[in-house]
């Protein structure tokens, strides 16, 4: 059974940094595409950042120079370190998965990250 755990969201100030991490099981850690996406409270989900399996990443505008994704094939995990964090931050944060060869986008669960005084 796939799976894509997240951990690493919490609360923390405006200018703080937070660590997200998304562990991968029941598969190879081989994808076309991963990364995460964030929603926020009454708005739809947004991409925010993607890697591939040969470590090209990209990031939507509103994360570059604060985010970074990245990955560890050994410990077949995906990160999002952010820094610089801001309260419109604040939102439920997803990984995604696109593996080779198996047909389907893979979810994980999400994890909440508020950014507030």
């Known amino acids: 059974q796939v799976q894509l755990v997240e951990s690493g969201g919490g609360l923390v100030q405006p200018g703080g940094s937070l660590r997200l991490s998304c562990v991968v099981s029941g598969m190879l850690f081989n994808f076309n595409s991963m990364g995460w996406y964030r929603q926020a409270p009454g708005k739809e989900r947004e991409l925010v950042a993607t890697?591939?399996?040969?470590?090209?990443?990209n990031y939507v505008d509103f994360v570059k120079g604060r985010f970074t994704i990245s990955k560890d094939n050994a410990k077949k995990t995906a990160f999002l370190q952010m820094n610089s964090l801001k309260p419109e931050d604040t939102a439920v944060y997803y990984c995604?998965?696109?593996?080779?060869?198996?047909?389907?986008?893979?979810w994980g669960q999400g994890t909440q990250v508020t950014v507030s005084s």
């Open positions: 995604y998965m696109i593996p080779w060869g198996v047909p389907g986008k893979f």
């Open positions: 890697i591939t399996s040969g470590g090209t990443t």
